[in-house]
T-cell receptor, first 112, second 115 residues
């Protein structure tokens, strides 16, 4: 079955340090892939998306993600984390008929 | 441009009652999706509406139902509420029948608490 997996449940990073969140997918064809962010008690905000073309995609808030077919991965990165980046991050992909399948999420804690 | 809006923000109901949640999509979007985010269960797809019709539903009992109005806004109804229905209900919208159909934009959610 098609799915996305986020191996890390929780990551703690120091403010100003770099951040990388992992996402693995299992699909036959080239997938559409998304990263969303959810602040506490809020809805989901779309950070970036991959449909095709350049494997390195830029998003909002200084985030980027790289699609690697050989590793079935779509990892999210940010060079320098700000305290406001503390949130839960979800990787997602369509599971047929446009409905999205989400990973379990990775909670990011930023320490001063 | 206004984003997806949902009402109410919070809803407290008693077990056995009915709950109605509302969603207005982004202008120009015809598809509306409902997701449930329950503690420990992650984000699960509930329902998808487009052009007033239910296109797909997730693995939820029939007491979860909804509809889409001519202006593309949508309602989610949950009948015979159970304690485990307590969750954040998220609505999303997208275009349909284009490559952008996969790109969904979410509202702030309705927090439903069943006591």
């Amino acid at each position: 079955a098609q799915s996305v997996t986020q191996p890390d449940i929780h990551i703690t990073v120091s403010e100003g340090a770099s951040l990388e969140l992992r996402c693995n997918y299992s699909y036959g064809a080239t997938p559409y892939l998304f990263w969303y962010v959810q602040s506490p008690g809020q809805g989901l905000q779309l950070l970036l998306k991959y449909f095709s073309g350049d494997t390195l995609v830029q998003g909002i808030k200084g985030f980027e993600a790289e699609f690697k077919r050989s590793q079935s991965s779509f990892n999210l990165r940010k060079p320098s984390v700000h305290w406001s980046d503390a949130a839960e991050y979800f990787c997602a992909a369509p599971l047929g008929d446009y409905k999205l399948s989400f990973g379990a999420g990775t909670t990011v804690t930023v320490r001063a | 441009e206004a984003g997806v809006t949902q009402s109410p923000t919070h809803l407290i109901k008693t077990r056995g009652q009915q709950a109605t949640l509302r969603c207005s999509p982004i202008s120009g979007h015809t598809s509306v999706y409902w997701y449930q985010q329950a503690l420990g269960l992650g984000l699960q797809f509930l329902l998808w509406y487009d052009e007033g019709e239910e296109r797909n539903r997730g693995n939820f009992p029939p007491r979860f139902s909804g509809r889409q109005f001519p202006n593309y806004s949508s309602e989610l109804n949950v009948n015979a509420l159970e304690l485990e229905d307590s969750a954040l209900y998220l609505c999303a919208s997208s275009l349909y029948r284009t490559s952008l159909s996969y790109e969904q934009y979410f509202g702030p959610g309705t927090r439903l608490t069943v006591t």
